[in-house]
């Protein structure tokens, strides 16, 4: 009966500090220190929402000018369908070779950079998988080609729909690891510049358009040297990707990022064209070609043979 007493005792006082106060952990949360501060996550998160506030106001402003003087954005966005189908099936393919062995496979886990992992390329399957890319990007060059130069307003409509692209991905970012815009921020403000220098000298294009590759720049600057993997970073990256590391909605985010900077720089450079409307894309142009080789081996006409006892 004692020790009952005495845990009740100690029930009663742990109740009572309780409610004198005491608060139960919350768990942790992320931060920053920064010159001897600490910065809570939530303060670094809305600051960098709050940086793709006037690039989407911006972007939605040429949107609505775009509309006001009727200049045609459906083939601008076509031909950015058409770039980033042609990044997706880039990532479906480099999956494919990943599924059936031609790139080292293993867990989900981050691999070890001092091991043979890190700088042991597979030269013959990534040769292999240079030229189905290459041979994928003749194609779908073939049908982003145009007969003549684009107008002033076909560019414009291009780097308009790219910017709306680049805004979309933003907002997927946000929604998926927002510390990820630290890498996609300077490309939002510096390639948001392209339509304002589209009639400066091409070292000026050239210039703004770099700038706004900085982001994958440093990050991949930062990853070597935290790692010290050096000029082997891209294919650290890359096997990461193979074994399943990476999550698949970040490679997506990737792949369309791509597209929409492709779309820029072939504005940029005097290689843009509007896809034209009614033009089959890649799919469809195999099925009708095999379609019609089928039908040119039936002979029109022609009664079957038979055989007489």
């Excluded at 009966?1 to 919350?26: K, P, W, Y």
């Excluded at 006001?68 to 459906?74: E, F, N």
């Excluded at 000029?231 to 698949?248: F, H, N, Q, R, S």
């Amino acid at each position: 009966m004692q020790r009952l007493g005495q845990v009740g005792a100690s029930a009663q006082a742990l109740v009572a500090s309780l409610d004198q106060g005491l608060e139960l952990s919350q768990g942790t949360s992320s931060y920053v220190f920064v010159a001897g501060r600490m910065i809570q996550g939530w303060a670094i998160a809305l600051v960098l929402v709050s940086l793709v506030i006037p690039f989407a106001v911006a972007a939605i402003d040429l949107f609505a000018r775009c509309r006001r003087r009727h200049v045609p954005l459906g083939p601008a966005f076509r031909s950015y369908r058409r770039r980033l189908g042609f990044w997706l099936w880039v990532g479906a393919l480099f999956g494919l070779f990943a599924m059936f062995g031609a790139f080292p496979s293993g867990a989900a886990v981050p691999l070890d950079p001092a091991s043979s992992a890190g700088g042991d390329w597979p030269r013959l399957a990534l040769t292999a998988f240079a030229l189905l890319v290459g041979a994928s990007w003749l194609v779908a060059r073939g049908r982003l080609g145009g007969t003549r130069p684009a107008t002033p307003e076909e560019e414009l409509a291009g780097q308009t729909a790219g910017l709306l692209a680049l805004g979309l991905v933003a907002l997927l970012v946000i929604a998926t690891n927002v510390y990820a815009l630290v890498f996609l921020l300077p490309s939002l403000h510096a390639w948001l510049w392209l339509p304002q220098v589209r009639n400066r000298s091409s070292i000026v294009r050239a210039l703004v358009f770099a700038a706004g590759l900085l982001g994958p720049i440093l990050f991949l600057a930062v990853f070597a040297k935290r790692f010290g993997l050096g000029l082997d970073t891209p294919w650290y990256l890359a096997e990461l990707t193979a074994i399943g590391y990476v999550p698949i909605v970040g490679i997506v985010l990737l792949l369309a990022w791509i597209a929409a900077g492709a779309q820029l720089l072939a504005v940029n450079v005097g290689r843009y064209a509007p896809y034209p409307d009614g033009t089959p894309g890649f799919v469809r142009s195999a099925i009708r070609t095999v379609v019609l080789g089928l039908r040119s081996r039936r002979r029109p006409g022609a009664a079957p043979r038979t055989h007489s006892g």
